[in-house]
């Protein structure tokens, strides 16, 4: 009897796309960006960066900075990468300033702000 298996690699890039589609789009830019030739080109459609959630919610509904290390990764790396893709940031006010200053983000459109306080507000609105 004769064992075969299939890697993930080896299935066709329309199906790789279907099932990255249905991950976090920010946890498949992170692992998987600049990891081969062939995934660079299928994680770089636009589809992966219209939209970046960069915050982590708890199970208890609670916002968070994403990770430093994945933070350092997205600033250093990825966003400068696919700042003209990105159409809508979800941030939070812990990383906002450093994932803004990243890149110059030519197609933002929204920008939806998680845990901001009045003081961060009149920071924001007021100019204070």
């Known amino acids: ?28 830019l992170y692992s998987l960006e600049g990891v ?3 995934l660079d080109k299928i ?15 708890s199970s208890d ?8 290390q994945m933070l350092d990764r997205f ?3 990825i966003l400068p990468k696919v700042d003209h893709k990105i159409k809508c940031l979800d941030l ?9 200053h990243a890149a ?3 197609n933002l459109h929204e920008l939806g702000l998680f ?5 961060i507000m009149e920071c924001l609105f007021i100019g204070k």
């Open 92 to 100: 939070e006010p812990l990383s906002m300033e450093r994932i803004l």
């Open 36 to 38: 081969d030739v062939r």
């Open 104 to 106: 110059s983000y030519p």
């Open 115 to 119: 845990n901001i306080g009045c003081e």
């Open 43 to 57: 994680v770089n459609d636009p589809v992966f960066a219209r939209h970046l959630t960069l915050l982590r919610r």
């Open 61 to 68: 509904g609670l916002i968070y900075p994403i990770i430093d």
């Open 1 to 28: 009897m004769e064992h075969s298996s299939v890697h993930l690699i080896d299935l066709p890039d329309e199906i790789l796309m279907f099932i990255f589609q249905k991950l976090p789009n920010t946890d498949v």
């Open 75 to 77: 600033c250093s790396h």
